[in-house]
């Protein structure tokens, strides 16, 4: 019988993720994935496997899960307390589950998406070349309690008690941001604003979009009700029709008829995403030019991960599983007579 992973409970709005499915924009369904796809690279980078493979996606709580077999786990994204049979477990590191270990995930202490990747992936059926649930286009279910999850075949289950330090996207700051289609509708004096204003995460937001709330008048193009609805895309800053900015994210509406006065890089949505509720962010406009050049690609970030990758230490007084390892190799008598 092969690996799965028995979910014993789940959080809210858990979801399985990759990173989605591009080029379905011509028949409305935005691509998806991932909210944080940093967090997937992380994964991968930690258990030694390609950028494919699909995780569980926990939103700001996770819950607890059960192996049937041995298998490889990495914790990436938002910190969360977790527990490995009672034993707290590191985050952004790999860890080893034997089979009938249960795994406990709490609430973030930092950020809304938590991670949770296994050796091989999870193996769910693929629909339209992905995993990724997509609940707003209709597509797959959040996870629930009794769900059995399949586990891919992992071919490197020694290969675990790895860590690596989290780029920093979960304390806010300065988003990137290029020029949309609307942005010449907006007076310069509006544009400068727009720069000059730090802007606060407000609860309302899902894996749709964020809204950001502000002080001071609103964004307004002076037309801005009358924009016809034509194509978006994720990461869109929309001005509201009370001038209220809403960025868009993975699981985006493809049509809309607000003005957008820019859209957030691809490198620096994470920090949008994964930013909660009283976090402050501020906007930079940077040519297509800038955006290239600065531009990392997904694989990029993973290869990168892949050199930073380093032992975890642990303590052996905590290692339940300390005769499993080869404590051996090097050792001496201590008897070596090496006086002639």
Known sequence: MSAAILVRRAGPAMTIQ???????????????????????????????QGLGLAAIEMAGMGGEFEATRDIRIALTGAPMKAELDGAALVWNASHFMAAGQRLTIGAASGGNYGYLHVGGGIDTKPFLGSRAAHLTGGIGKPIQSGDHLPVGTDPHLDNTGNVLT???????????????????????????????????????????????????????????????????????????????????????????????????????LPKVAQATPGTILTFEFITHEQAVAAHRSIETIRADMARLVHPLIRDPHRMQDLLSYQLISGAITGWDDTEE
């Open 166 to 268: 989290p780029q920093d996207r979960f304390s806010g700051g300065t988003v990137t941001v290029l020029p949309s289609v609307h942005t010449c509708h907006f007076p310069e004096d509006v544009r400068m604003r727009f720069e000059a204003t730090a802007f606060e995460r407000t609860p309302r937001g899902n894996r749709q979009g964020a809204e950001l709330a502000f002080d001071g008048a609103p964004f307004s193009t002076g037309e801005q009700l009358t924009i016809l609805s034509e194509c978006m895309t994720v990461g869109d800053i929309q001005m509201t029709g009370n001038g209220q900015p809403f960025v868009l994210l993975p699981e985006c509406q493809t049509v809309g008829g607000y003005p957008r006065i820019g859209t957030v890089t691809p490198d620096d």
């Open 18 to 48: 990759d990173l989605g499915r591009p080029g379905q924009l011509v028949y409305g369904l935005a691509a998806g994935g991932a909210a944080d796809r940093v967090a997937l690279a992380e994964g991968a980078a930690l258990l030694g």
